[in-house]
C-alpha cells in the first residue's frame, strides 16, 4: 500500500486501531513482534522500540543486547481476522544497533542489499512464490493432530476437498491485507493445499511470505484446524514445497520472454548463476533435517539440472508467456528465511550475468523414472542437512551475502539441529517432535 509515517499516523487515528504490531524475523525466518499501543507509534518512527537482542535466536549476547525496531510504513496491513473494535494492524520493522545502525542479523536489511546491487546494474528481480501446507484436525484440547482434515487429490473438489472454505477464507484476508494471491487449490496430499502469489518485487515477496504464513495458521487456528508448512510431514505423501519463481527485467522489460535462438543471454546467465551456486545455498533454502526427505520423489528435484515444463527438475522454465514468462525453483521449502533465500538467489544470479555463465544444456528427462545409471555425471543438491551446512559454511559466495558472524550462528544451530535428529532413537518422531509446531 506504500503508506509514508504520517499517512500510518492518520490511519491509525481514523480506523479505531488500538493495537499495532511490530513485525520481524530472526536469522531463521521465525516471524516475532511487539505490540505497542497508538501513542507510542511517533516514538517509533523517529526513534525506534527496544527489544532484547540475547533472547532472540542468532541475535545477541546478554552483555550487549538493545536492539531498536523501526518499522516501515509502507508496509501497513490491517489484520483482518482481529476485532474491527480496536483493531490491529501489522508493519514489518528494520532493526537497528543503538547507534542507528543496520543490525548485521536483520535478514531483511540483506535482501534490500541484493535488490539494490541488482538495480546497480540495472536490473529488477520480481518474484512469485507457490506455497504448500498441510491442514490438520485438532483434538479437544485444540492441539494439533496427525489426522489430515480431508483425504482429497490433486485438484479435488468438494466432498473430497474439504479445505475449499478455508482457503477462501484465506484468500479474502490476504486480499485485505494488501496481497495478491493468484489462485488456489487442493494439492496432491491427504489435507494438502496451495496458494499462489503474483508476482512482486523481492522485498515485498518475502514480507508477504511470512505474512502469509501467519495468516494461514491465524485462520486455520479459527477454523479448529492446524497448519503446518513441514517439509514432509507424511514419508509416503507429497512434501510441501516453496516453488520460487523469478523474472528479470531492465527497462520494465523482462528478459525471460525475450527469445531469438533461445532465452536472452542475460536471463540464460542468470539461471547459470542460480544453478552453479544451487549446492552451497541449499542450507538456507532447505534448512530442516526433514527438508531432505522431499528431495527425489513427488515432483520435488535432486539433480541441479534444468529444462523446459519438466517439473522433476530443479529449475524449468513454466509454458506461460508475456508478462508471465520466467524461471521456477522447485527445491526451496517454506521453511525457509524468504529474505536470506531471495537475496542470495539474486546475488547468485547476478554473478552469473557478471561472470557471462554460459547455461549448460537442458536435461530434458524425467528424472524420477530414469535407471540410476543414467543419472551418472549429474550434479546432486545435498543429500542431508549435514552436507548443506559443510557447503555453505564454506562458501566464499555465501559468505559475501551473509554477515559472516550471522553465518557462523546459523551454521552452527542447524549442526545442533541435524546432531540431535540423527542421535534420536526414532528419527522420524524426533523431527516431528522438533519441527511440526515450529513451522
Not at 508448512?229 to 505423501?237: S, T
Not at 525471460?256 to 552453479?276: D, I, N, P, W
Request: net charge negative; glycine share 8%.
Amino acid at each position: 500500500m506504500d503508506y509514508t509515517a504520517k499517512e500510518v499516523l492518520q490511519f491509525v487515528k481514523e480506523n479505531d486501531v488500538k493495537f499495532i504490531r511490530l513485525a520481524f524475523c530472526d536469522i531463521f525466518g521465525t516471524l516475532k513482534n511487539v505490540s505497542i499501543m497508538p501513542g507510542e507509534l511517533p516514538r517509533a518512527f523517529s526513534q525506534g522500540i527496544s527489544i532484547d537482542g540475547s533472547a532472540i535466536r542468532g541475535f545477541l549476547s546478554v552483555d550487549r543486547s538493545d536492539l531498536f525496531l523501526i518499522p516501515d510504513p509502507a508496509t501497513l496491513s490491517v489484520l483482518p481476522w482481529r476485532p474491527a473494535h480496536g483493531g490491529v494492524v501489522r508493519m514489518f520493522c528494520d532493526i537497528k544497533n543503538p547507534d542507528g545502525s543496520v543490525f548485521e542479523g536483520d535478514s531483511r536489511a540483506v535482501l534490500k542489499q541484493a535488490a539494490a546491487d541488482a538495480g546497480k546494474m540495472g536490473y529488477t528481480c520480481r518474484i512469485g512464490t507457490e506455497c504448500e501446507f498441510y491442514l490438520f484436525e485438532t483434538d479437544e484440547r485444540q492441539a494439533p493432530t496427525l489426522n489430515p482434515f480431508d483425504h482429497g487429490s490433486y485438484c479435488d473438489v468438494s466432498p473430497l476437498d474439504r479445505g475449499e472454505n478455508v482457503r477462501r477464507e484465506i484468500c479474502l484476508s490476504l486480499e485485505e491485507m494488501g496481497m495478491f494471491p493468484e489462485s488456489s487449490h487442493h494439492e496432491q496430499g491427504p489435507g494438502q493445499n496451495e496458494i499462489d502469489f503474483k508476482y512482486a518485487d523481492a522485498l515485498t515477496a518475502a514480507d508477504n511470505l511470512i505474512a502469509f504464513k501467519s495468516a494461514v495458521k491465524s485462520i486455520a487456528a479459527i477454523n479448529g484446524l492446524y497448519a503446518s508448512f513441514m517439509p514432509k510431514p507424511f514419508l509416503d505423501q507429497s512434501g510441501s514445497g516453496l516453488h520460487v519463481n523469478m523474472s528479470l527485467s531492465r527497462g520494465g522489460i523482462n528478459l525471460f520472454k525475450e527469445r531469438t535462438a533461445g532465452h536472452s543471454a542475460e536471463a540464460e546467465s542468470f539461471m547459470a548463476g542460480v544453478l552453479h551456486r544451487a549446492a552451497e545455498i541449499t542450507a538456507f533454502l532447505n534448512p530442516l533435517t526433514n527438508s531432505y526427505s522431499r528431495f527425489g520423489c513427488f515432483e520435488a528435484p535432486k539433480y541441479i539440472t534444468w529444462s523446459h515444463q519438466n517439473r522433476s527438475q530443479l529449475v524449468r522454465i513454466p509454458a506461460a508467456g508475456g508478462e508471465y514468462t520466467r524461471m521456477e525453483l522447485r527445491s526451496p521449502d517454506a521453511a525457509c528465511n524468504p529474505y536470506y533465500a531471495f537475496a542470495l538467489l539474486i546475488e547468485a544470479g547476478l554473478e552469473g550475468i557478471k561472470a557471462r555463465l554460459p547455461l549448460p544444456a537442458p536435461v530434458d528427462m524425467d528424472l524420477f523414472v530414469l535407471e540410476d545409471g543414467c543419472k551418472n555425471g549429474l550434479a546432486a543438491l545435498p543429500a542431508t542437512l549435514e552436507q548443506a551446512v559443510e557447503l555453505a559454511e564454506h562458501s566464499e559466495f555465501v559468505e559475501r551475502v551473509i554477515p559472516k558472524r550471522v553465518l557462523h550462528r546459523y551454521c552452527k544451530a542447524k549442526r545442533a539441529e541435524y546432531q540431535k535428529i540423527q542421535s534420536a532413537k526414532n528419527r522420524v518422531q524426533a523431527e516431528h517432535d522438533l519441527y511440526f509446531s515450529l513451522v
